[in-house]
């Protein structure tokens, strides 16, 4: 059982200022981060999938006590009505019960693939991968009331969020798939921006299976996750984090950035097996003891993942208030 740590002097206070100011006067406390991975497969062919894990999502806000949840990409397979109106009706569970998240856009997520199949559609690759009116349609700026800003007006497709979780101040940036240049440069104006906060950079495409940072800009991207490493991830002091899907299945790194800190680094995505298997990384965060832990659970088949999914950190140097 969790102690409180807060002094005895003081509980009265504490409690009042969670109910006044919404943070307790007491140590911080861990909390997890639900990481989605692609979910393509299952709003094509088993939307019930991505049900349960949103409505086990919700169930559990409490328990797990977690700020929001996480999106790798690949929300759909095809750029069709009918897989946005899926995914739409999915997460309108989240929005039901008040639970914010944030998105990052895959390949399938725009006018890249065709409207039915995940083939690449006809036309300029490159050109239609920043085609996104279904996406925007669907998830507007409005369904992220954790959203601050965006690199283009009315657009989701690179956006960043904050929120306050374990006493520390947060900050998610949602970089589109392979980016453009001009992303990449006003992402890095946001993160030099807010040097208080924890940085976790949403992008679909970045580990490879084996692990490595990928050289490749998939065929049709701008950047590839390397250039895109060295032009911005490794380059800010508090940079924490980057979570990405796109390809099968999990794999982690740990680097050193330019600063001195360490960059913790997570791949998952279950597409080709069982279409997903309604599997969530569930990743907890725990600021007092310095650690990262992570697990891949599946609600819809209430079993966790026995393999090289669970991950362990220590001695993880968090951004704290001054």
């Given at each position: ?169 947060w900050l998610v940036l949602a970089l589109e798939f392979c980016a453009r240049q001009g992303p990449v440069d006003w992402a890095n104006t946001v993160v030099s921006n807010h040097p208080g906060h924890n940085v976790i950079v ?86 007092d003891k310095g650690t990262l832990s992570a697990t891949m659970y599946s609600p819809f088949y209430h079993k966790e993942r026995q393999d090289a999914s669970r991950i362990f950190f220590s001695n993880v140097k968090f951004i704290?208030?001054?």
């Amino acid at each position: 059982m969790q102690k409180n740590t807060c002094k005895k002097g003081l509980a009265w206070l504490a409690a009042l200022s969670f109910a006044w100011l919404g943070s307790p006067l007491c140590l911080a406390q861990k909390f997890v981060l639900p990481i989605l991975p692609d979910t393509q497969g299952e709003v094509n062919a088993r939307p019930e999938m991505l049900h349960s894990q949103l409505n086990w999502l919700v169930q559990k806000r409490d328990s797990l006590n977690f700020p929001l949840v996480l999106h790798v990409g690949d929300i759909v397979d095809y750029d069709n009505i009918g897989h946005w109106e899926k995914a739409d009706a999915g997460f309108k569970i989240l929005d039901r019960a008040g639970v914010p998240y944030a998105v990052t856009l895959g390949n399938h997520d725009t006018e890249a693939v065709g409207e039915n199949s995940g083939s690449a559609a006809p036309g300029n690759v490159n050109q239609n991968l920043r085609k996104t009116a279904k996406f925007n349609r669907y998830f507007p700026v409005s369904r992220f009331p954790l959203q601050k800003g965006r690199y283009e007006e009315e657009k989701s497709d690179n956006a960043w969020y904050t929120f306050e979780a374990g006493g520390l101040k947060w900050l998610v940036l949602a970089l589109e798939f392979c980016a453009r240049q001009g992303p990449v440069d006003w992402a890095n104006t946001v993160v030099s921006n807010h040097p208080g906060h924890n940085v976790i950079v949403l992008t679909h495409y970045h580990l490879n299976p084996n692990g490595d940072i990928s050289e490749r800009n998939a065929g049709y991207g701008d950047l590839s996750p390397a250039q895109i490493h060295d032009q911005l991830i490794t380059r800010h002091a508090n940079i924490l984090m980057v979570l990405s899907g796109h390809v099968c299945y999990t794999s982690w790194r740990n680097d050193k950035g330019e600063k001195g800190n360490r960059i913790y680094q997570f791949l998952q995505n279950y597409q080709n097996e069982d279409l997903g298997g309604g599997y969530i990384r569930l990743l907890e965060v725990d600021p007092d003891k310095g650690t990262l832990s992570a697990t891949m659970y599946s609600p819809f088949y209430h079993k966790e993942r026995q393999d090289a999914s669970r991950i362990f950190f220590s001695n993880v140097k968090f951004i704290k208030p001054n």
